[in-house]
């Protein structure tokens, strides 16, 4: 009954068939019909070669080759800040780990350099491409941090700024009609810029990643570690973890954000070598028989990308090859979820909201995600 229904029904949403030409309908599965090909055929899908001699394959594989399409033409985001004092490498770094000019320095040029009276907030987007994947980068620099005599509440602009992209986020998203992907602005990752002074932290740099750790992913890093002994280096490293924990500092990875033991295992790695002393350049140099960057020096050269030369290697991995993604998961679902529900309460008259520096543990973490299911169902 049902292959005389699928006949006829295939009969009336046929054209008639030419004269001298036969149809010939298949009651079998529709993947082995004697059908002619059409003329522009489609390249098989991932995994369709085990159709043919394994009846048990489904194909749900096949997502990841979709999500990878999908990516490929949405492109992505990635907004990086550098903050520090002036002359420690912030612009050359940047330079390095993209292998282009993509900071500030680089982009603009002034007649005469001169420090900020106060900090100012500069971005400079790039679009930049690599076998095919597109990324929009945005690198977001903060003249003028730590080169004054008083320094006093010298984050605030920063805090702001970075709320200020939050916001704006949250605004487009709350929108009646809003876009169907809002552009993300928001800051994924903090690169902060210790100076090799090879004693301890600043107290200035103890007050800004106490307040910022909570609102952004901070990634502490020892600029210019050329200047130091390698026995200084590690003896610095040491103490500024110390200190990192008598604060009580989070720095990424944070610990708590470890989903599963796979994840801990190497994130623990990581931290172990937290902060990076790295070195940048962007000068080329020959080094038996190979074109590295380094700099040149009486005594050799040092090489950017050689671990025992510094970390400029593990710093790049960390935050191109391995966690950029998980970079911006953390911001997306913590950071800026905590700034939305404070916003979310207080638009509700609730005057008693949770600051958004308070998320120092997993479960407040799970609450917050479980708080803004609420709220959104309420509005």
């Known amino acids: 009954y049902h292959s005389t229904l699928s006949k006829e029904y295939h009969t009336q949403l046929s054209p008639p068939t030419p004269p001298g030409l036969t149809c010939v309908w298949s009651e079998v599965n529709p993947s082995h019909s004697n059908m002619s090909a059409p003329p522009h055929p489609q390249p098989p899908a991932k995994g369709a070669s085990h159709a043919a001699g394994d009846f048990s394959y489904v194909g749900i594989d096949a997502i990841l080759e979709q999500m990878r399409r999908k990516a490929m033409k949405q492109g992505f985001e990635l907004n990086i800040m550098i903050v520090g004092q002036s002359g420690l490498g912030k612009s050359t770094l940047m330079n390095t780990l993209f292998k282009s000019k993509v900071s500030r320095k680089s982009v603009v040029s002034t007649p005469e350099e001169r420090i900020p009276k106060t900090i100012e907030i500069k971005s400079i987007s790039h679009d930049i491409e690599e076998k095919g994947v597109r990324m929009k980068l945005t690198v977001i620099d903060t003249p003028g941090f730590g080169d004054h005599i008083n320094n006093e509440n010298c984050w605030q602009p920063i805090m702001k700024f970075i709320n200020d992209q939050y916001e704006q986020y949250l605004q487009e998203e709350i929108n009646i009609d809003r876009k169907k992907r809002i552009p993300d602005s928001r800051v994924h990752c903090c690169m902060y810029f210790i100076p090799p002074t090879g004693h301890c932290l600043r107290p200035l740099d103890v007050e800004f990643m106490s307040r910022l750790s909570k609102v952004v992913n901070i990634v502490p890093v020892i600029a210019k570690a050329d200047t130091l002994t390698l026995e200084e280096r590690d003896f610095f490293k040491q103490t500024i973890r110390e200190e990192l924990r008598a604060n009580g500092i989070d720095v990424y990875p944070q610990k708590e954000f470890d989903e599963d033991s796979d994840d801990r295992m190497i994130n623990d790695k990581i931290r172990e070598m937290i902060p990076f002393a790295v070195v940048g350049s962007n000068q080329e140099y020959q080094v038996n028989g190979k074109r590295l960057l380094g700099r040149k020096t009486k005594w050799g050269t040092i090489e950017v990308e050689n671990i025992a030369h510094c970390e400029f290697a593990h710093l790049r991995d960390l ?11 953390i911001t997306s679902s913590i950071h800026y979820e905590v700034y939305r529900v404070r916003r979310l309460n207080e638009t509700n008259g609730q005057p008693n ?27």
């Open 353 to 379: 909201a949770q600051p958004p520096n308070t998320l120092v543990n997993p479960q407040q973490a799970n609450g917050v995600a479980a708080q803004h299911q609420v709220l959104t169902h309420e509005m």
């Open 319 to 329: 935050l191109i090859r391995t966690h950029m993604q998980n970079i911006k998961d």
